[in-house]
């Protein structure tokens, strides 16, 4: 074999190497290691699930948060697509698709507080057990918040407006995904 074939394979071995010490010292070493189905679990809706772990662990890899959008897509209940934005501002009051409505009510006595109301009139059984998850995904960055069980066709949480999932369930650049 030619002496430039036995240097391209020590060029390759070395930014192997390299990439996977790179990349080990950037994990966390107290994090539980993140497994497919904890993501499949997630994107079920799984309230057991620990989603504040598992939303930090695809957030700061591209693969997992492409991955996880692959099964939002193929096993979300709803979806609603980013949305076109009428004007140059990019919030909305309400998410409409044919499967649910989400929109929000301002707190009559707490300007900075509003209900997030979530309808679903076909609801399955599960949204009556476990609750709903409602995923809002962008280029780059997934939130999941969790909403109470389902009770005569709609369920409502009461947040703060400043807080992002809130911000980012009405930002015309995610798209929504229920599960």
Request: proline content about 5%.
């Amino acid at each position: 074999m030619p002496d430039h074939h036995y240097n391209l394979q020590e060029q390759l071995f070395s930014v192997k190497t390299l990439y996977r010490e790179l990349y080990e010292q950037g994990q966390p070493k107290s994090a539980k290691p993140l497994v497919f189905n904890d993501l499949v679990q997630l994107a079920l809706g799984n309230p057991k699930v620990d989603a504040q772990q598992v939303m930090q662990h695809i957030n700061q890899s591209l693969p997992l948060r492409r991955q996880y959008v692959q099964l939002l897509q193929k096993l979300a209940f709803a979806t609603s697509p980013v949305q076109a934005a009428a004007s140059s501002a990019t919030e909305i009051s309400s998410r409409k698709s044919a499967e649910f409505e989400l929109l929000f009510k301002r707190d009559k006595q707490f300007s900075d507080q509003v209900y997030v109301v979530l309808k679903i009139p076909h609801s399955i059984e599960k949204h009556h057990n476990q609750g709903v998850r409602v995923n809002c995904c962008s280029e780059d960055l997934i939130s999941s918040i969790h909403f109470p069980p389902i009770v005569d066709g709609k369920t409502q949480l009461l947040m703060e407006e400043s807080d992002q999932k809130f911000i980012h369930m009405f930002d015309t650049e995610f798209a929504i995904y229920l599960s």
